[in-house]
């Protein structure tokens, strides 16, 4: 068995609830907790390098906690199924939001549909292995910020110290 009962229902629990996510959905709202940017554009050219490097080290940060306590085949099930879970959704939301602001600032907002598809879908898995880890960590933070409708698109500042940017 790859799971242990209570691990089976933790992640049946985070895959229900990610499957109702409205993707998207508020950005470009104002934010009085992080520093919003208004376009695909901005959100990914804005703080390249050091949005990379954060979110590159909490990656190798929670991958080496996971590979402590789960197997490789675990996590990479946690991908492919919150992959599954989410993909079309996401997808679909994110051509809407892009759409929406193109509207907005006549801007065409389309390109790279797949690598902020992957991010998200990464970003996720993460966020449910932090879960099953019993950790509330960087990647718990971003899901938070994603399942509020935002996307938590870079980071400005040194971290951990610093904050999220967020569409």
């Known amino acids: 068995m790859l799971w242990n009962p209570s691990q089976q229902t933790a992640i049946e629990k985070f ?3 990610i499957k109702h996510i409205e993707w998207f959905r508020h950005t470009g709202n104002p934010s009085e907790k992080y ?7 901005e959100a990914c050219d804005t703080h390249g390098r050091q949005t990379q490097d954060v979110w590159g080290s909490n990656s190798e940060m929670i991958e080496k906690k996971a590979l402590k306590k789960l197997s490789e085949q675990q996590i990479d099930q946690i991908f492919e199924k919150v992959s599954l879970a989410i993909g079309n959704q996401v ?4 051509c809407d939001m892009e759409d929406r602001i193109g509207q907005e ?3 065409d907002q389309s390109g ?13 898995a993460w966020a449910c292995i932090e879960l099953l880890l019993n950790e509330t960590g960087f990647f718990t933070r971003i899901y938070e ?3 509020a409708g935002r996307w938590a698109c870079s980071w400005v500042g040194k971290y951990p110290k610093g904050n999220f940017i967020i569409m």
């Open 15 to 17: 895959i229900s609830q």
């Open 35 to 41: 520093w919003v940017v208004d376009t695909i554009w």
């Open 91 to 94: 997808y679909d939301a994110l």
């Open 105 to 107: 600032t006549g801007e």
């Open 112 to 124: 790279i549909e797949d690598e902020i598809l992957d991010f998200i879908k990464r970003d996720t």
């Open 145 to 147: 910020i994603n399942s």
